[in-house]
């Protein structure tokens, strides 16, 4: 049982996460700012899932975490993450194109953070 019902934001930066599961067997309804930078998150499903644990995340700052990808077969986006409106991350590993536009699935995203990224390098 989560106590804090009120809580609407949490950060837990610099912890070393690898992994988010799906298995803490609850949901906390009333989050809505959620900071998880710093840590060692490579793959975009933790991040499908902490939406599944916190389905009214409205903001997500999940700056310097090495993500590869904003892809993913398995969760779709739009039902975990239904009102993520403001998404920061900035230092991560993308190095595609496809994986910016694979975040307009995101359906009431209007404010995208991506600073020092390998795609947004300029070429010398």
């Known amino acids: 049982m989560f106590y ?33 930078s ?3 998150i490579s793959d975009w499903q933790s991040i499908c899932r902490l939406g599944c644990l ?19 077969d398995d969760d779709d986006v739009t039902r975990c993450l239904p009102y993520l409106h403001t998404l920061s991350v900035d ?18 995203l209007h404010a995208l953070r991506i600073h020092l990224a390998p795609l947004l390098k300029v070429c010398v």
């Not at 934001?9 to 809505?32: A, D, P, R, V």
């Open 4 to 36: 804090f019902f009120s809580l609407e934001e949490i950060q837990i930066c610099s912890n070393n996460y690898t992994t988010i599961s799906s298995n803490y067997n609850f949901q906390h309804e009333h989050l809505k700012r959620l900071y998880i």
């Open 38 to 40: 710093n840590n060692n």
């Open 54 to 72: 916190f389905p009214r995340l409205e903001t997500l700052i999940a700056s310097d975490n090495p993500l590869k990808s904003f892809r993913s």
């Open 91 to 108: 230092q991560v590993q993308v190095s595609e194109w496809d994986d910016i536009i694979a975040l307009t699935k995101l359906p009431c």
